[in-house]
C-alpha cells in the first residue's frame, strides 16, 4: 500500500471503535487506522488526520463521514448513513450483490445489497444489546473471561449448555445459574455464542438472506461466531480483509466518487 497515492478518505465513528480509511484513485484502500472512540470526538479525528498526513496521505483530502458521530466532524464535506456507507463498502469488496451482517459494539445491521451497489433492504437492532458486542463484552465479565478468549473456549467445548434468553440481563441471570449448577465455563461460552447467532440470524432472515454472506464488525473476528452464524443461516460466512472498515471504506468509496460528479448547478447529486 502507498499511503501517498491516496485519493479521498472516509471516517466512521462508531461507539465503541473509530476507523479513518483512505482510497487511491481506483478505489483500493492504501491508508487506514482503528481506535477505541474516545469522549472528545473532534480532537480524536484531528489527531486521526495528523497522524494520516504524517504517514504520507496528502493534506486536503475530501473526506466524507458515517457512524453515530459523523455530524461532530467539521472536517467532513458531507455526513453519510452508515447503511448506504457500508453497502458501498461490500459491494466493492464482493465485486457483486449479497448480503453484509455487520455487528458492531452497539448496533447489528443486515443489509441486502444488490447487484448495483444499492440497498435492496436492511434490518437494524441498535435498541438492544442482544446480538451486539455489547452482549459479549457482558457476558465474559461475568464469567471472568477475557474477550478475545472466548472463541477459543466455545470452539473446544466438547458440549454446549442452552441459553435460553438472548436479553443480556436475563443471561447474566443464567450464567449465575449455570455456574452455580457447575457447568464447565467453556460450555457456557458456546452457548452464549450460540444465543448471539440465533438473535442476529433471526435479524437477518427478517431483511431476506441472499448469497454470498459477508461478515464486518469488530464480533466477525470471533471465529466462533462466524461457525455458528453460518450454521444458523446454512451459509458459508466470509470475513473481508478487516472485517472493521466497511463503512469507512464506503465513505471513502463515496468521498471519490463526489470528485467525479459536475460543479454545483450542472446535472449530478450526492452520493447517498
Known sequence: MNPSSARALGIDIGSTTTKLCAVDGHGRRVWHAIEATEPRIQDQVR??????????????????????????????????????????????????????????????????????????????????AAGTGRFLEVTAARLQVPLDEMARLALAAPEEVSISSTCTVFAESEIVSLIARGAEVAAIVRG??????????????????????????????????????????????????????????????AALELQSQPPAGQSGGSPS
Do not use: W
Not at 504524517?54 to 453519510?80: F, I, N, W
Not at 454470498?212 to 466470509?238: D, F, I, M, Q
Open 47 to 128: 489527531r486521526l488526520l495528523q497522524r494520516a498526513r504524517g504517514d504520507g496521505v496528502p493534506a486536503g483530502l475530501d473526506l466524507l463521514a458515517t457512524g453515530y458521530g459523523r455530524k461532530l466532524v467539521p472536517e467532513a464535506r458531507a455526513a453519510l448513513t452508515e447503511i448506504g456507507c457500508h453497502a458501498r463498502g461490500v459491494h466493492r469488496e464482493l465485486g457483486h450483490g449479497g448480503t453484509l451482517i455487520d455487528i458492531g459494539g452497539q448496533d447489528t445491521k443486515v443489509i441486502a445489497v444488490g447487484d448495483e451497489g444499492k440497498v435492496q433492504n436492511f434490518a437494524m437492532n441498535d435498541k438492544c
Open 192 to 253: 452464549l455464542l450460540r444465543a448471539l447467532a440465533r438473535r442476529v440470524g433471526a435479524l437477518a432472515r427478517s431483511a431476506g438472506v441472499r448469497p454470498p454472506l459477508l461478515l464486518s464488525g469488530g464480533v466477525a473476528r470471533n471465529e466462533a461466531v462466524r461457525r455458528l452464524l453460518s450454521e444458523e443461516l446454512a451459509l458459508p460466512a466470509t470475513l473481508p480483509a478487516e472485517p472493521q472498515l466497511m463503512g469507512a471504506y464506503g465513505a471513502a468509496l
